[in-house]
T-cell receptor, first 118, second 110 residues
Framework: GAVVSQHPSRVICKSGTSVKIECRSL??????MFWYRQFPKKSLMLMAT?????????EQGVEKDKFLINHASLTLSTLTVTSAHPEDSSFYIC??????????????FGEGSWLTVV | GEDVEQSLFLSVREGDSSVINCTYT??????LYWYKQEPGAGLQLLTY?????DMKQDQRLTVLLNKKDKHLSLRIADTQTGDSAIYFC??????????FGTGTRLQVFP
């Protein structure tokens, strides 16, 4: 079945540096991917919609200059946390829909990426 | 506005049934989902239901939807220790954007 994969699964970076997280659809094409953030013991909050070949759409309150999203191909979206600070430490997870899935309604999530900023 | 709520915690004995409840506010929801998240892991899609359905059963899982009351539930029959996790309901309005509930932590004890 369709799989969405994220990399890295865990990353530690120094405050002030940037870190990139990749989200790949492994056996299907995804024109749209979604990036969510989960704070400890909290629910998932949508950060942005990543659109292949065009600019991402950010949710209210999400800084687009801080969370750079690039969706350069039909199978890859990247989220770059720029000038990371400890408060950016969180669990980031992406999702994508496989439109070729005969059920027509399966949204797959990646394994998630734990970011710790020290 | 969009708001999805769940009770935070549920504890059940192994072998019993678990019922996790979810309420939502947006009546235009088209699909409602249940996801499972184990500690330190991503989300696993368990099941989903279309808004014009009342019930969906898939092995040990039964989803009930009361659209009038905007209430969704997930029943897990014969709950096992491996079912211990956080369960999220989520709604979509026909797009891929999901609005998640607050999550219910299910603890199964022997």
């Amino acid at each position: 079945g369709a799989v969405v994969s994220q990399h890295p699964s865990r990353v530690i970076c120094k405050s002030g540096t940037s870190v990139k997280i990749e989200c790949r659809s492994l056996d299907f094409q995804a024109t749209t991917m979604f990036w969510y953030r989960q704070f400890p013991k909290k629910s998932l909050m949508l950060m942005a919609t990543s659109n292949e070949g065009s600019k991402a759409t950010y949710e209210q309150g999400v800084e687009k200059d801080k969370f750079l999203i690039n969706h350069a191909s039909l199978t890859l979206s990247t989220l770059t946390v720029t000038s990371a600070h400890p408060e950016d430490s969180s669990f980031y997870i992406c999702s994508a829909r496989d439109w070729a899935d005969p059920t027509g309604n399966t949204i797959y999530f990646g394994e998630g990426s734990w970011l710790t900023v020290v | 506005g969009e708001d999805v709520e769940q009770s935070l915690f549920l504890s059940v004995r192994e072998g019993d049934s678990s019922v996790i409840n979810c309420t939502y506010t947006d009546s235009s929801s088209t699909y409602l989902y249940w996801y499972k998240q184990e500690p330190g892991a991503g989300l696993q899609l368990l099941t989903y239901i279309f808004s014009n359905m009342d019930m969906k059963q898939d092995q040990r899982l039964t989803v009930l939807l009361n659209k009038k009351d905007k209430h969704l539930s997930l029943r897990i029959a014969d709950t096992q220790t491996g079912d211990s996790a956080i369960y999220f309901c989520a709604e979509s309005m026909g797009t891929d954007k999901l609005i998640f509930g607050t999550g219910t932590r299910l603890q199964v004890f022997p």
